[in-house]
């Protein structure tokens, strides 16, 4: 076929998905969270060969070269950043980065502000998304299997020691899970033990609610802003494993208390639990 009715042909398909897409919310929904996964395969394949040339191999080094393609999605979204508190991530040494999870299109708002240095903790099966699993395992990101408390707790405790002896950040999401209800999850306590076996700071980033712009429930997807907040280090020298629950306690509700000051909702004590119970934030890829 000639290029040009290959190019006449993707334009017309482009604008028969954009009528459809402003026609049916779901259809847009679904285009939409199709083109940020397609985004992240073609981001992938541009970063894969790059890490390789460039790094050689999995090392956090290869982060930097993540973070500046991802930086690029939101545009493709009308998604706007208002960051504040980035001075917060300037701690001598690790650190463990603990931030509310929400959806997919976390990793945008997660590369936005990522510091240097810094890998995530992230569920074994998203080693298994093909390419986008192999940019994660190239960019150091450390996978642990949710299935198996015994196995999950032996990485973080393998963590701790290599994060003090290769200076490297560690970022979490003690919610455990994407949670796009309008309120915070319990927070597991992976993170806090990891924090205080290691002896490093707690550093909380908070990102405001999703619900205004990004809703599965009622397949919303629009552009939108997101304020972030990195909140101040939280020291852990001298507290011990007895400390762990109070830890996770208090970056709990510092960070709740947070987000919903910066989703201009009101204060939690002036109200109780999820607005949307049953919200679900994923795709089934990711399961
Ligand atoms: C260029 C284009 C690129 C395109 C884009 C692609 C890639 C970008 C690159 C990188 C970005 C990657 C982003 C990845 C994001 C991934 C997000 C996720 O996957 S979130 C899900 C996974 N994460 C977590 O689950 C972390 C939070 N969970 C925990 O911390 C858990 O505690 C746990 C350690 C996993 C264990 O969980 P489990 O449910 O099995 O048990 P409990 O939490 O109930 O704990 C039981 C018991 O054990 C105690 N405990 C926990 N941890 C420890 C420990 N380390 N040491 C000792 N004891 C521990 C805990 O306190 C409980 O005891 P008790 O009840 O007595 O308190
Ligand atoms: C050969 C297999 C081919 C599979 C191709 C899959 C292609 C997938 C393409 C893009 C996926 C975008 C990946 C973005 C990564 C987002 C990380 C994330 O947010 O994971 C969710 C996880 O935190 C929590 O999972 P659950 O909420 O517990 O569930």
């Avoid at 847009?28 to 970063?47: E, Q």
């Avoid at 699993?133 to 707790?153: E, W």
């Avoid at 032996?154 to 020691?161: D, I, L, Q, R």
């Avoid at 204060?267 to 679900?280: A, H, I, L, R, T």
Wanted: proline share 6%.
């Amino acid at each position: 076929m000639e290029p040009g009715w290959l190019l006449w042909g993707a334009a017309v398909l482009l604008l028969l998905l954009h009528v459809l897409a402003e026609l049916s919310p779901a259809v847009g929904f679904v285009l939409r969270l199709g083109w940020y996964c397609l985004l992240c395969v073609l981001g992938s394949l541009l970063a894969v060969p790059a890490c390789l040339l460039l790094n050689g191999g999995r090392t956090v080094r290869n982060m930097r070269i993540i973070k500046n393609i991802v930086k690029a999605f939101k545009y493709f979204f009308g998604l706007k950043f208002e960051v504040k508190g980035l001075e917060n991530f300037e701690v001598e040494g690790p650190a463990i980065v603990v931030s509310n999870h929400q959806s997919i299109l976390d990793m945008m708002g997660l590369m936005e502000v990522l510091p240097d240095n810094c890998v995530q903790v992230g569920k074994k099966e998203l080693l298994y998304t093909g390419i986008v699993g192999l940019i994660m395992y190239l960019g150091g990101v450390i996978f642990i299997n949710r299935k198996s408390t015994t196995s999950a707790k032996m990485v973080m405790s393998e963590v701790a020691k290599t994060m003090v002896a290769e200076n490297v950040k560690v970022w979490v999401y003690p919610e455990g899970t994407r949670n796009c209800t309008g309120d915070f999850l319990p927070f597991k306590k992976g993170a806090f033990h990891l924090a205080i076996q290691a002896q490093v700071p707690v550093i909380p980033v908070v990102y405001s609610s999703f619900t205004s712009f990004y809703n599965p429930k009622t397949k919303l997807f629009t552009s939108g802003k997101i304020k972030v907040e990195i909140l101040p280090p939280i020291e852990t020298k001298g507290l011990t494993s007895d400390d762990v629950s109070d830890l996770t306690d208090r970056c709990y509700h510092t960070m709740r208390e947070t987000f919903f000051v910066l989703s201009g909702r009101p204060s939690p004590s002036e109200q109780w639990g999820p607005d949307q119970p049953d919200v679900w934030c994923g795709t089934a890829l990711l399961v």
